[in-house]
């Protein structure tokens, strides 16, 4: 299975679009918020299924805050982060993956990218498709690919 994991994205898709003709299909994609109203263009766009959670942007969402995806054995807790006060730390959300029984948290909000593994739980922000903020300030995604149970991620940049 191949996910790409995107977030922050405030209305520009244009990124999703140079992810798509570069890696060419995904069986998955998750958006970790600040979608700002582009569902329908981001489903058309990818051609899979997307799971979509709420930004501190995305004024008016229907999404949920938090939501579970299970996936070739693992289980993952998405959020965008702000309800779990990622600007300072990360135990919030640790806990809460290791209290929904999660092996994977996976968050945006800050718009810096990371893969870090914490007590048993990987924790990825793919940063921001569209106003990154890490020293590069390159433009970053995650692609999860998982087989036989096992998921490796890798951060990727435009």
């Known amino acids: 299975m191949k996910i790409l994991v995107i ?3 405030h209305g520009q898709l244009d990124g999703v679009l140079k992810i798509m003709e570069k890696h060419k299909s995904f069986d ?9 109203r ?4 981001l489903k058309s766009i ?14 008016g969402s229907e999404y949920p805050l938090t ?16 309800y779990y006060g990622v600007d300072w730390g990360i135990d919030r959300l640790c806990y809460a993956a290791e209290g929904n029984n999660c092996n994977f948290a996976m968050f945006g909000h800050t718009h810096v990218p990371e893969v870090v593994e914490t007590n048993g739980i990987t924790i990825l922000n793919p940063g921001s498709i569209s106003r990154p903020r890490q ?14 149970g096992k998921a490796e991620a890798e951060i990727y940049y435009l």
């Open 38 to 41: 582009q569902e329908r263009q």
């Open 28 to 36: 998955f994609v998750i958006h970790l918020g600040d979608i700002i």
């Open 67 to 82: 939501d579970l995806f299970e996936f070739d054995g693992n289980k993952a807790l998405l959020t965008h982060g702000h």
């Open 135 to 148: 020293m590069n300030r390159r433009k970053s995604y995650i692609i999860i690919e998982t087989a036989d």
């Open 46 to 59: 990818c051609g899979c299924p997307v799971k979509i959670v709420q930004g501190n942007c995305d004024f």
């Open 7 to 9: 977030s922050d994205s």
